[in-house]
């Protein structure tokens, strides 16, 4: 809980806020998972599922966060000993890759470092030179968490086409989906992984893996699958039950369906065009904090940051002491620096983060952004001048 009394704003990359009216739908007493209305209202999920990721394929609902779901879409297309490729530009990628470890898969990572984005060269090398199509999928992250990258995931199929690479492309939107501009067949994507926590503004607990008939078709060949990571009788059940593998998540259910439907009312170009705004306040503010004083965006250039979080250094110990600050006089709370430095290390408490995803307007960003003014003043950090004034200004001329 916030000490400081008014509403708070929980301004880190997921758990994102949530909205009232999810919150509503989800008090309520414990639903029949046999009959009636949760029948229906899951059957429902699946489309407007589809329409956030642009999409008509398969999807797979999972009983977990986004670290099930990474397992899940490898569980359902890898063997032991297949190669993945994954270009890494941030934690999140190498966390996959990992997961990967786990089921016997061999990754090749490309690390791109902590501040750019994937580059297409090296990617387009990696896959010219295995040959024999050893590689059965590529792991790439929209936006990586951490270092708030975006990633340019059509650049990635326009190379796997160029070099006629039949691996599948397994996209990490856990962070970007209905935030960033996210399209997955037009992009030709073959599997995507998100959860509920992010930009769809519901608590931590449901997964999903959208998948295409290609992807369908690898996982036929598998010769075995964990059953509970199946995602076969969840994307096409004969039974409920088979949604869930069991019992249903029932009230995040009814929290999803609240959120899916406040998303299409809104639309979802709107939907992205507000984040791009919201993001691009926080830019312009913290360009103009750090015209006079050390406060810098990680990703220099503009095309490559995410619209649903933004990665700062602030340098040691301000980024901790600005986060504490705001915590305790502001009812702000900003995420901790993610794989930037060792925890332990001094230079751990140079970095933070704010989360912009889902459920945010104008309103909150001004009164974080102004927070964080607040905070660079009372901790003698210098600053620039008129950050605030060119916060409103992007948000003016977005909303003309
Ligand atoms: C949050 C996040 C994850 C991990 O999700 P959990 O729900 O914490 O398991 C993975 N990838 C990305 C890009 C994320 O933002």
Redesign the pocket.
Known sequence: MSPTPGRSYLAI??PSVMPDAVLRAMHRAAPNIYEGELIELTASLIPDLNRVARSDGHVAIYI?????V?EAALANTLAPGDKVLVPATGR?GH??AEMAVGLGGVPQILDFGKQAPVDMGAFEDALRGDTGHQIKAVLA?????STSILNDIPAMRAVLNATGHPALLMV?????LACDRFEMDAWGVDVM?A?S??GLMVP?GL?FVFFNDKAASVRATQPRVSRYWDWTPRGNPEHFYQYFGGTAPTHHLYGLRAALDMIHAEGMEVVWARHAVLARAIWAAAEAWGQDGPLRLNVADPANRSHA?TALNLPAPHGTHLRKWLENNAGVTLGIGLGMAEPGDDAWHGYFRIGHMGHVNAHMILGMLGAIQAGLGALDVPHGIDALGAAAQVISEGTA
């Open positions: 990359p997921g977990s966060n986004g670290h099930g990474w999140f966390g996959w992250t929209h936006v990586d968490t990490d939107c856990i962070a970007s992984v959860a926590q992010k931590p997964g979080v």
